[in-house]
């Protein structure tokens, strides 16, 4: 009878024990199970929320790592540059291997690269590469450099960077058509402004500006003349001092101004279609 009992004893005790246990990990696995349900259905605040309860009572957890990427990533999503850039650099802090360190880093620099901080993130990028990553992630990097280098317009650098990663002839084409394209000089559009305004417009082929800076810079000197021949000297003079020139020289500066906003629409469009070609190798099976 006492072996009975012992025994019973025993195995409630050893019940008791398993059932805690098991309560006590699907505690732990509730906030991240539900932190990522969360972020699935785009509600990235409250997934946040339960990924820092998650850090609170469990700040020694070997998934920190992982926790705090999960949440740069729902910042990113939800627009939080900053606070995205904070937690992925917790994360690569956190990180238990190697590998997970690069991942970390990849997608620090893609959140980088998002808000034009491409110093940083070549930085990240070249941290990964001295680490000797997996084929995977020494892949991804390449074509993140790639990417980076383009948005800088650095082409010859994009295109070196760019052949380790893949040997399309495509690509080749397009980055032969964005080292050649075409760029216009600001400082032949100033002189060509201050010799007839408006000259400096045309020069990029925006004919509308040119017209319009033409024709105001040739009334205004209409009048003035016609002042001076009138005998108006204080009108002419006014029109000079405060009209005229003031028109003359805003129309050089303009045309200067016309003619870097032109060359970086060129880079712009050029960047563009490289880009599109890089999605479209990756999107190929």
Not at 19 to 33: D, G, M, Q, V
Not at 152 to 171: M, N
Not at 195 to 217: E, K, M, T, V
Request: net charge neutral; hydrophobic share 45%.
């Amino acid at each position: 009878m006492i072996q009975v009992l012992n025994n019973f004893i025993f195995l409630f005790l050893l019940s008791t024990v398993l059932i805690f246990c098991s309560f006590t990990a699907r505690a732990e696995e509730l906030p991240l199970s539900l932190g990522r349900h969360l972020a699935e259905e785009g509600n990235y605040h409250a997934a946040i929320t339960e990924y820092k309860r998650f850090l609170f009572f469990h700040p020694d957890d070997p998934r920190v790592g992982g926790v705090y990427h999960a949440i740069g990533l729902a910042y990113r999503a939800g627009g939080l540059w900053t606070e995205a850039v904070a937690a992925l650099r917790t994360a690569t802090h956190y990180a238990i291997d190697r590998e997970s360190k690069s991942e970390y880093q990849l997608t620090l620099a893609v959140t980088l690269i998002a808000t034009k901080n491409y110093d940083l993130a070549e930085l990240e990028l070249i941290k990964v590469m001295l680490r000797n990553p997996s084929t995977r992630l020494h892949r991804r990097m390449l074509f993140l450099k790639t990417v980076l280098y383009i948005y800088q317009f650095r082409w010859e650098e994009a295109r070196r960077v760019g052949r380790e990663y893949t040997t399309d002839e495509q690509l080749e084409v397009l980055f032969d058509a964005a080292v050649n394209t075409p760029q216009k000089s600001a400082d032949v559009a100033s002189m060509l402004s201050k010799i007839l305004p408006g000259l400096g417009h045309i020069y990029i082929g925006d004919w509308r500006d040119g017209l319009n800076a033409l024709l105001l810079n040739g009334a205004f000197g209409f009048l003035t003349v016609d002042a001076i021949l009138d005998g108006h000297y204080t009108d002419a003079v006014l029109w000079v001092s405060l009209v005229l020139l003031r028109y003359y020289r805003g129309n050089t500066f303009r045309a200067k101004t016309a003619v870097e906003q032109f060359n970086l629409q060129r880079s712009r469009q050029a960047a563009e279609a490289l880009l599109q070609r890089l999605q479209e190798i990756v999107d190929t099976p």
